[in-house]
Protein backbone atom coordinates (compact mmCIF):
# COMPACT_ATOMS: atom_id res chain seq x y z
CA UNK A 1 0.00 0.00 0.00
CA UNK A 2 1.05 3.06 -0.93
CA UNK A 3 2.29 6.38 1.12
CA UNK A 4 0.76 9.58 1.30
CA UNK A 5 3.62 10.84 0.16
CA UNK A 6 4.53 8.40 -2.89
CA UNK A 7 0.23 9.08 -3.74
CA UNK A 8 1.11 12.77 -3.89
CA UNK A 9 4.49 12.84 -5.42
CA UNK A 10 2.59 10.49 -8.55
CA UNK A 11 -0.10 12.55 -8.92
CA UNK A 12 1.98 15.50 -9.16
CA UNK A 13 3.95 13.39 -12.17
CA UNK A 14 0.08 12.77 -13.99
CA UNK A 15 -0.46 16.50 -13.24
CA UNK A 16 2.43 17.72 -15.11
CA UNK A 17 2.30 15.12 -17.76
CA UNK A 18 -1.01 16.44 -18.31
CA UNK A 19 0.12 20.07 -18.31
CA UNK A 20 2.66 20.14 -21.00
CA UNK A 21 -0.25 17.82 -22.61
CA UNK A 22 -2.42 20.49 -22.34
CA UNK A 23 -0.08 23.54 -23.43
CA UNK A 24 1.43 21.38 -26.08
CA UNK A 25 -2.60 21.52 -27.33
CA UNK A 26 -3.17 25.40 -27.07
CA UNK A 27 -1.84 27.78 -30.13
CA UNK A 28 -0.08 30.52 -28.22
CA UNK A 29 -1.00 32.57 -31.90
CA UNK A 30 -3.04 31.97 -34.69
CA UNK A 31 -0.36 30.11 -36.82
CA UNK A 32 -2.88 27.14 -37.37
CA UNK A 33 -6.06 26.66 -39.19
CA UNK A 34 -7.92 26.23 -35.05
CA UNK A 35 -9.33 29.88 -35.47
CA UNK A 36 -10.40 32.19 -34.98
CA UNK A 37 -8.19 32.19 -31.29
CA UNK A 38 -8.26 34.04 -28.35
CA UNK A 39 -5.35 35.62 -26.55
CA UNK A 40 -7.57 35.39 -23.30
CA UNK A 41 -7.26 32.51 -20.95
CA UNK A 42 -10.12 30.67 -20.76
CA UNK A 43 -10.84 27.80 -18.22
CA UNK A 44 -8.61 24.90 -18.98
CA UNK A 45 -11.18 21.71 -20.10
CA UNK A 46 -10.61 18.39 -21.93
CA UNK A 47 -8.05 16.91 -19.39
CA UNK A 48 -10.26 14.80 -16.95
CA UNK A 49 -9.69 11.48 -19.08
CA UNK A 50 -5.98 11.35 -18.64
CA UNK A 51 -5.93 12.40 -15.18
CA UNK A 52 -7.58 10.10 -12.83
CA UNK A 53 -8.62 12.01 -9.20
CA UNK A 54 -11.21 13.72 -7.64
CA UNK A 55 -9.76 17.07 -6.99
CA UNK A 56 -10.66 18.49 -10.63
CA UNK A 57 -10.40 22.29 -9.20
CA UNK A 58 -7.02 21.62 -8.24
CA UNK A 59 -6.43 19.81 -11.69
CA UNK A 60 -7.88 22.89 -13.33
CA UNK A 61 -5.94 25.56 -11.30
CA UNK A 62 -2.67 23.50 -11.64
CA UNK A 63 -3.56 23.39 -15.89
CA UNK A 64 -4.78 27.09 -16.31
CA UNK A 65 -1.33 28.72 -14.48
CA UNK A 66 0.52 26.61 -16.70
CA UNK A 67 -1.53 27.69 -20.01
CA UNK A 68 -2.05 31.67 -19.04
CA UNK A 69 2.47 31.63 -18.26
CA UNK A 70 2.90 30.12 -21.69
CA UNK A 71 0.23 32.60 -23.41
CA UNK A 72 1.47 35.78 -21.40
CA UNK A 73 5.26 34.91 -22.28
CA UNK A 74 4.15 34.84 -25.80
CA UNK A 75 2.12 37.96 -25.51
CA UNK A 76 5.14 39.78 -23.90
CA UNK A 77 7.47 38.69 -26.99
CA UNK A 78 4.84 39.49 -29.49
CA UNK A 79 4.55 42.88 -27.84
CA UNK A 80 8.57 43.80 -28.10
CA UNK A 81 8.41 42.97 -32.01
CA UNK A 82 5.21 44.86 -32.15
CA UNK A 83 7.08 48.05 -30.47
CA UNK A 84 9.97 47.34 -32.38
CA UNK A 85 8.18 47.24 -35.50
CA UNK A 86 6.89 50.79 -35.43
CA UNK A 87 9.61 52.50 -34.00
CA UNK A 88 12.47 50.77 -36.15
CA UNK A 89 10.41 49.33 -39.27
CA UNK A 90 7.48 52.08 -39.86
CA UNK A 91 9.21 55.10 -38.66
CA UNK A 92 12.17 54.33 -39.93
CA UNK A 93 10.83 53.35 -43.34
CA UNK A 94 8.97 56.31 -43.35
CA UNK A 95 12.48 58.55 -42.60
CA UNK A 96 14.00 56.51 -45.32
CA UNK A 97 11.78 56.75 -47.77
CA UNK A 98 11.28 60.97 -47.01
CA UNK A 99 15.76 61.23 -47.13
CA UNK A 100 17.29 62.82 -49.72
CA UNK A 101 20.59 61.04 -48.71
CA UNK A 102 20.78 57.24 -49.44
CA UNK A 103 24.02 57.50 -51.27
CA UNK A 104 26.82 60.16 -51.60
CA UNK A 105 28.24 60.63 -54.86
CA UNK A 106 31.21 62.63 -56.10
CA UNK A 107 29.02 64.64 -59.26
CA UNK A 108 30.96 66.44 -61.94
CA UNK A 109 30.09 69.91 -62.68
CA UNK A 110 30.68 71.79 -65.75
CA UNK A 111 29.79 73.76 -68.85
CA UNK A 112 29.84 71.55 -71.97
CA UNK A 113 32.43 69.02 -72.56
CA UNK A 114 34.76 71.15 -70.00
CA UNK A 115 34.61 69.54 -66.40
CA UNK A 116 34.99 72.34 -63.95
CA UNK A 117 35.02 70.71 -60.49
CA UNK A 118 33.59 67.39 -58.82
CA UNK A 119 31.50 67.77 -55.31
CA UNK A 120 29.34 65.17 -53.28
CA UNK A 121 25.75 65.37 -53.35
CA UNK A 122 23.73 63.36 -51.62
CA UNK A 123 21.30 61.26 -53.63
CA UNK A 124 17.71 60.05 -51.72
CA UNK A 125 14.75 57.90 -52.93
CA UNK A 126 12.53 60.95 -53.68
CA UNK A 127 14.93 63.70 -53.33
CA UNK A 128 18.45 64.94 -53.85
CA UNK A 129 20.67 67.60 -53.08
CA UNK A 130 21.57 70.15 -55.42
CA UNK A 131 24.35 71.95 -56.28
CA UNK A 132 23.97 75.21 -54.44
CA UNK A 133 22.52 73.35 -51.32
CA UNK A 134 26.36 72.08 -50.84
CA UNK A 135 27.58 75.32 -50.53
CA UNK A 136 24.95 75.75 -47.84
CA UNK A 137 26.10 72.82 -45.91
CA UNK A 138 23.21 70.44 -47.75
CA UNK A 139 20.41 72.51 -46.13
CA UNK A 140 17.72 71.82 -48.48
CA UNK A 141 16.63 69.24 -51.26
CA UNK A 142 14.99 68.92 -54.15
CA UNK A 143 12.24 66.91 -55.92
CA UNK A 144 13.69 64.25 -59.00
CA UNK A 145 12.45 66.37 -61.73
CA UNK A 146 13.65 66.85 -65.50
CA UNK A 147 14.44 70.24 -64.69
CA UNK A 148 17.34 68.92 -62.43
CA UNK A 149 18.36 65.73 -63.14
CA UNK A 150 16.63 62.50 -64.89
CA UNK A 151 18.30 60.34 -62.35
CA UNK A 152 15.16 59.07 -60.92
CA UNK A 153 15.78 55.79 -58.68
CA UNK A 154 12.27 53.83 -59.99
CA UNK A 155 12.77 50.65 -58.57
CA UNK A 156 13.81 51.53 -55.39
CA UNK A 157 11.52 53.92 -54.78
CA UNK A 158 8.71 51.48 -55.87
CA UNK A 159 10.15 48.51 -53.82
CA UNK A 160 10.56 51.33 -50.53
CA UNK A 161 7.23 52.46 -51.36
CA UNK A 162 5.42 48.78 -51.55
CA UNK A 163 7.49 47.84 -48.31
CA UNK A 164 6.03 50.44 -46.40
CA UNK A 165 2.45 49.53 -47.32
CA UNK A 166 2.43 46.02 -47.05
CA UNK A 167 4.17 46.25 -43.26
CA UNK A 168 1.80 48.28 -42.49
CA UNK A 169 -1.13 45.88 -42.97
CA UNK A 170 0.97 43.74 -40.94
CA UNK A 171 1.48 45.95 -37.97
CA UNK A 172 -1.91 46.55 -37.69
CA UNK A 173 -2.78 43.34 -37.73
CA UNK A 174 -0.33 42.54 -35.35
CA UNK A 175 -1.39 45.21 -33.25
CA UNK A 176 -4.98 44.41 -33.62
CA UNK A 177 -4.30 41.06 -31.94
CA UNK A 178 -2.22 42.52 -29.37
CA UNK A 179 -5.02 45.17 -28.08
CA UNK A 180 -8.23 42.47 -28.91
CA UNK A 181 -6.68 39.39 -28.45
CA UNK A 182 -7.82 38.10 -31.53
CA UNK A 183 -7.12 37.36 -34.73
CA UNK A 184 -8.39 34.90 -37.69
CA UNK A 185 -5.64 32.60 -39.59
CA UNK A 186 -6.03 34.44 -42.84
CA UNK A 187 -5.33 37.50 -41.87
CA UNK A 188 -2.44 36.38 -39.60
CA UNK A 189 -1.09 34.49 -42.55
CA UNK A 190 -1.77 37.28 -44.97
CA UNK A 191 0.18 39.67 -42.44
CA UNK A 192 3.25 36.66 -42.58
CA UNK A 193 3.25 37.25 -46.25
CA UNK A 194 3.27 40.34 -46.46
CA UNK A 195 6.32 40.97 -44.26
CA UNK A 196 8.10 38.72 -46.57
CA UNK A 197 7.14 40.74 -49.15
CA UNK A 198 8.12 44.06 -47.08
CA UNK A 199 11.53 42.45 -46.54
CA UNK A 200 12.35 42.09 -49.79
CA UNK A 201 10.74 45.50 -50.87
CA UNK A 202 12.59 47.48 -48.54
CA UNK A 203 16.28 45.39 -49.95
CA UNK A 204 15.26 46.53 -53.23
CA UNK A 205 16.20 50.30 -52.16
CA UNK A 206 19.97 49.05 -52.55
CA UNK A 207 19.22 48.53 -56.69
CA UNK A 208 20.10 52.16 -56.47
CA UNK A 209 23.74 51.40 -56.44
CA UNK A 210 23.20 50.12 -59.78
CA UNK A 211 21.19 53.13 -60.83
CA UNK A 212 21.86 55.66 -63.12
CA UNK A 213 22.75 57.87 -59.92
CA UNK A 214 26.18 55.68 -59.35
CA UNK A 215 26.42 54.24 -62.65
CA UNK A 216 26.64 57.46 -64.47
CA UNK A 217 30.21 58.67 -66.07
CA UNK A 218 29.09 61.75 -64.24
CA UNK A 219 29.30 60.04 -60.51
CA UNK A 220 31.90 58.39 -59.29
CA UNK A 221 32.37 56.60 -55.69
CA UNK A 222 29.27 56.21 -54.75
CA UNK A 223 28.64 55.43 -51.25
CA UNK A 224 26.28 54.36 -49.10
CA UNK A 225 24.87 56.76 -45.75
CA UNK A 226 23.49 56.21 -42.41
CA UNK A 227 20.22 56.04 -43.87
CA UNK A 228 20.97 52.90 -46.55
CA UNK A 229 22.17 51.06 -43.68
CA UNK A 230 19.10 52.05 -41.53
CA UNK A 231 17.16 50.74 -44.44
CA UNK A 232 19.26 47.21 -44.60
CA UNK A 233 18.37 46.86 -40.91
CA UNK A 234 14.59 47.59 -41.75
CA UNK A 235 14.65 44.60 -44.17
CA UNK A 236 16.39 42.02 -41.97
CA UNK A 237 13.84 43.00 -39.42
CA UNK A 238 10.69 42.27 -41.47
CA UNK A 239 11.89 39.15 -41.92
CA UNK A 240 12.86 38.18 -38.68
CA UNK A 241 9.34 39.11 -37.53
CA UNK A 242 7.54 37.40 -40.07
CA UNK A 243 9.70 34.46 -38.69
CA UNK A 244 8.60 35.52 -35.35
CA UNK A 245 4.88 35.44 -36.22
Known amino acids: EKSKAEESHEKGGRLWMAAVKSVEEQPVSPRGPGTPYSLQID???GCHSSVSHADSEEEDAYLFTANMARK?????????????GF???FC?????????NFVTAETQVGDGYEVSSSFDLHYGLWKYSPLDSAFNNYSYCYRYDEKHTSFTP???????????????YSLAVLWFYLIRGSATYVTWKLAVVCLVVAGLGQASTFWILLDDICTSSTTANCRLSGIA??????????FALAMEM
Open 92 to 100: GSVLVMSSC
Open 229 to 238: YLSGAISLFW
Open 72 to 84: RVRAVQLLGFGVV
Open 43 to 45: NVS
Open 154 to 168: WIPRIGGSSALGFAT
Open 87 to 89: VLG
